[in-house]
């Protein structure tokens, strides 16, 4: 939606306004006052201090680069052109042209970071022989060219290596065109005709990342505060894709939609206005930059109405070019968990910061993650080479999400994981290896008896069948997956001089396995013994055999839910996506205006009240634990939130206050005639509230089987309709059209 400039009176203050961006209207047209420009100038300074900008050599050096390979698969093209008989005008005329996205093309990328690529080249030259083998061989032979690795069967299939010491990740798409126009213009949908899937998904990374660009009102302030969010996320251990949080363009598009709602905010006023929009969001309603596209060509859109598996997405971030698809589909419940605390703690560091209270270090103090639980699963994983370690890392990290998910599977959503995106090795091993580790913590809200267990014992060692099943599996290649309480942790996890915390008279009770002096032995040692029995006694020319499971020691066992082939489903079950527009209309979260003092205290509770204990071949069991929690969010004092939502009112465009308390009113009126459930309408913030409960006539007809509330839902959190009627109007459902 687009209009045109518009004056809008904020008491005395006349705010000029650009043409507004987005399904709805924004939330706030207020600019920056003196306080924010001060707090954008230290914000500036502190990401300089950070080492977050590469230099002016570095600059250059990647534009040199990215030049170079220009060249190679300019000539690669023309090569294969002379090879299958063209004549010598197609030779002279054939041509591959190079395409960056990703941080590269955002113009956030920092000091080492890789540059995301994309070769297009024309329809006689495919991705299976011509990409990953001739390019892979040329490319093999350079001296430039180091750390070679093709992933032809990834989701998106990609060629990893440095370049000059740059590391590049290289994509191939094969267009229906004879030759490539220098000038191709990717962003329009003709590129995608007579494409497969995959060649769809490596165009969609630059299309998305200029459609970005194109849909947010001010680029610079988005780069800064993409820039600053991504650095914030690594530090709180929430930037992975691959694990099940949020990667680089997951990220992008949740910064782009809060540019649309301020459009005339800074970055410091951005930053703020991120954690305040997304700590009340109402998940699993998407964020979406504009209207989902329908188009003749006929790709599978995101649309929850058609496509059953898009209902159960928690986390809908929707990618803004054709074909529309959910960027965030990793995104398990516990990982939307880990990701909503970690909103609030942001949240409340950004209300002391802007009481003078906080500096901005503040904001990017690094996750204790190792403080945070007081059991963790530990991931070591093995291989007889370097390179068989990277590949073998690859895969099994890949597969961490299934891991998380059959755990909250298996203990029916009341056991809850946490994984740490980062591996850690321990040098003074002989043999290669890593680790990756995930905290372990009872759900909250759920009760049970004290001394409750749960044994996932037969999900570790399901998990352990799957990942050996990897298509390029060699002799050496390994995994294991063992128990670690806190005090247990290996030294190599932690940063050289950190002294670890003294543990608790409770945590010093036994409850595990010791050695003769008392102390709980190592897994890493385990692992290493075991590495050293296999070499000495075992052929490698075979797959190691499988460990027998042991029967289950819980006195309080749960029934174990069966794995179905087609979806991994939970104790309790997803949200469905709830829906009654055409996905071509806005749809967006809401109600964001009344709830910023209580939602703290009802959501936010990072720590849990009981301890998980868990034996060393993972059988988890709750227990009542005196000790404090670590990590908890806490909620603000309710004279701070007064203060600071008076300091946000003075700098929005007006207070509706006032109207949001009557309109709230006769939604709780209108509502009861459906059911008690409420549409609900676009996001405000503290600055407007709008809920609507409205009638779609074109899918008057459609309804969703109805399911368990999400505990990080609420409750009638349906999807919003676009757009926020002037006059806040109130529209009934039917009885018979209600969800």
């Known amino acids: 939606m687009m209009?045109?400039?518009?004056?809008?009176?904020?008491?005395?203050?006349?705010?000029?306004?650009?043409?507004?961006?987005?399904?709805?209207?924004?939330?706030?047209?207020?600019?920056?006052?003196?306080?924010?420009?001060?707090?954008?100038?230290?914000?500036?300074?502190?990401?300089?201090d950070e080492g977050l900008y590469e230099s002016e050599e570095d600059t250059m050096r990647r534009e040199e680069v990215l030049g170079r390979i220009d060249q190679i698969v300019k000539h690669w093209v023309k090569h294969l052109t002379q090879q299958r008989g063209y004549t010598d005008q197609m030779?002279?005329?054939?041509?591959?042209?190079?395409?960056?996205?990703?941080?590269?093309?955002?113009?956030?990328?920092?000091?080492?970071?890789?540059?995301?690529?994309l070769c297009v080249g024309p329809?006689?030259?495919?991705?299976?022989?011509?990409?990953?083998?001739?390019?892979?061989?040329?490319?093999?032979?350079?001296?430039?060219?180091?750390?070679?690795?093709?992933?032809?069967?990834?989701?998106?299939?990609?060629?990893?290596?440095?370049?000059?010491?740059?590391s590049i990740d290289l994509l191939y798409a094969s267009i229906s065109?004879?030759?490539?126009?220098?000038?191709?213009?990717?962003?329009?949908?003709?590129?995608?005709?007579?494409?497969?899937?995959p060649t769809v998904r490596s165009l969609n990374g630059c299309r998305v990342a200029d459609q970005i660009l194109k849909l947010v009102p001010n680029f610079e302030h988005f780069r800064t505060t993409l820039r600053?969010?991504?650095?914030?996320?690594?530090?709180?251990?929430?930037?992975?894709?691959?694990?099940?949080?949020?990667?680089?363009?997951?990220?992008?598009?949740?910064?782009?939609?809060?540019?649309?709602?301020?459009?005339?905010?800074?970055?410091?006023?951005?930053?703020?206005?991120?954690?305040?929009?997304?700590?009340?969001?109402?998940?699993?309603?998407?964020?979406?930059?504009?209207?989902?596209?329908?188009?003749?060509?006929?790709?599978?859109?995101?649309?929850?109405?058609?496509?059953?598996?898009?209902?159960?997405?928690?986390?809908?971030?929707?990618?803004?070019?054709?074909?529309c698809m959910n960027s965030s589909y990793n995104v398990s419940q516990s990982t939307l968990r880990v990701m909503t605390e970690q909103f609030q703690f942001g949240n409340n560091i950004l209300q002391e910061i802007e009481l003078n209270k906080q500096h901005w270090s503040s904001l990017f103090e690094q996750y204790m993650f190792f403080e945070a639980y007081k059991n963790y699963l530990q991931v070591d994983i093995v291989a007889a080479d370097a390179e068989d370690l990277l590949a073998w890392k690859g895969w099994v990290e890949s597969r961490f999400r299934q891991l998380t998910l059959k755990i909250e599977r298996d203990t029916n959503g009341m056991l809850m994981c946490h994984p740490q995106p980062n591996e850690y090795v321990d040098t003074s091993r002989e043999f290669l290896h890593c680790a990756f580790f995930m905290g372990l913590q009872r759900a909250e809200g759920v009760g049970g008896q004290d001394c409750q267990q749960f044994d996932i014992r037969g999900t570790v060692e399901e998990f352990r069948q799957e990942v050996n099943m990897y298509m390029?599996?060699?002799?050496?290649?390994?995994?294991?997956?063992?128990?670690?309480?806190?005090?247990?942790?290996?030294?190599?996890?932690?940063?050289?001089?950190?002294?670890?915390?003294?543990?608790?008279?409770?945590?010093?009770?036994?409850?595990?396995?010791?050695?003769?002096?008392?102390?709980?032995?190592?897994?890493?040692?385990?692992?290493?013994?075991?590495?050293?029995?296999?070499?000495?006694?075992?052929?490698?020319?075979?797959?190691?055999?499988?460990?027998?499971?042991?029967?289950?020691?819980?006195?309080?066992?749960?029934?174990?839910?069966?794995?179905?082939?087609?979806?991994?489903?939970?104790?309790?079950?997803?949200?469905?996506?709830?829906?009654?527009?055409?996905?071509?209309?806005?749809?967006?979260?809401?109600?964001?205006?009344?709830?910023?003092?209580?939602?703290?205290?009802?959501?936010?509770?990072?720590?849990?009240?009981?301890?998980?204990?868990?034996?060393?071949?993972?059988?988890?069991?709750?227990?009542?634990?005196?000790?404090?929690?670590?990590?908890?969010?806490?909620?603000?004092?309710?004279?701070?939130?007064?203060?600071?939502?008076?300091?946000?009112?003075?700098?929005?465009?007006?207070?509706?206050?006032?109207?949001?308390?009557?309109?709230v009113d006769e939604v709780e009126r209108g509502s009861k005639s459906c059911g008690g459930t409420r549409i609900t309408g676009e996001i405000a913030g503290s600055d407007q509230l709008s809920r609507s409960c409205g009638q779609n006539h074109d899918y008057e007809g459609f309804e969703f089987p109805a399911t368990k509330s999400d505990p990080f839902v609420g409750k009638g959190n349906m999807y919003s309709q676009s757009g926020i009627p002037e006059d806040l109007e109130v529209r009934m459902l039917p009885q018979n059209s209600c969800f």
């Open 3 to 48: 209009v045109g400039t518009q004056r809008v009176e904020d008491g005395s203050v006349v705010v000029n306004s650009t043409k507004s961006y987005g399904i709805t209207k924004p939330l706030s047209l207020a600019g920056p006052s003196p306080a924010d420009f001060k707090r954008n100038l230290d914000l500036e300074k502190y990401l300089v």
């Open 91 to 117: 030779v002279e005329e054939a041509n591959a042209v190079i395409f960056t996205f990703g941080s590269y093309r955002l113009g956030v990328h920092g000091p080492g970071a890789d540059i995301d690529t």
């Open 123 to 166: 329809s006689y030259v495919n991705r299976e022989e011509d990409f990953f083998i001739v390019l892979h061989d040329m490319l093999a032979e350079m001296e430039e060219v180091t750390e070679l690795q093709p992933v032809p069967d990834a989701h998106v299939p990609v060629m990893k290596f440095k370049f000059q010491g740059i």
């Open 177 to 197: 065109r004879l030759v490539v126009p220098q000038d191709l213009d990717i962003s329009n949908s003709s590129v995608l005709c007579d494409v497969d899937e």
């Open 228 to 323: 600053c969010l991504k650095y914030w996320a690594k530090r709180r251990g929430v930037y992975s894709n691959v694990t099940g949080f949020l990667g680089g363009v997951n990220w992008a598009l949740l910064v782009a939609r809060v540019c649309q709602l301020y459009p005339n905010a800074i970055p410091s006023m951005l930053v703020s206005r991120f954690f305040r929009v997304y700590t009340q969001w109402r998940w699993p309603n998407p964020v979406m930059l504009c209207a989902i596209e329908e188009d003749e060509l006929g790709f599978p859109v995101w649309d929850p109405r058609k496509n059953h598996r898009d209902r159960y997405h928690l986390m809908p971030i929707i990618t803004p070019a054709y074909p």
């Open 472 to 663: 390029f599996w060699k002799p050496g290649m390994d995994v294991y997956v063992s128990h670690v309480r806190r005090r247990q942790l290996p030294s190599f996890v932690f940063p050289i001089g950190y002294r670890r915390p003294r543990p608790s008279r409770h945590q010093n009770q036994p409850g595990g396995k010791s050695g003769e002096d008392g102390t709980v032995p190592n897994p890493s040692s385990v692992v290493e013994r075991h590495v050293k029995r296999k070499s000495d006694s075992e052929m490698m020319d075979a797959r190691p055999e499988k460990p027998e499971k042991r029967a289950s020691l819980s006195p309080h066992s749960l029934d174990i839910v069966s794995p179905d082939n087609s979806a991994i489903t939970t104790g309790c079950t997803p949200p469905v996506c709830n829906l009654r527009r055409s996905p071509g209309e806005g749809i967006e979260a809401a109600n964001l205006n009344t709830e910023l003092t209580n939602f703290a205290g009802d959501e936010c509770n990072s720590g849990s009240e009981q301890a998980l204990e868990v034996d060393s071949m993972a059988l988890v069991q709750e227990c009542p634990d005196p000790a404090e929690g670590f990590g908890k969010c806490v909620t603000p004092d309710s004279s701070d939130v007064a203060a600071i939502e008076s300091v946000q009112e003075e700098n929005l465009d007006r207070d509706l206050r006032s109207v949001s308390i009557s309109v």
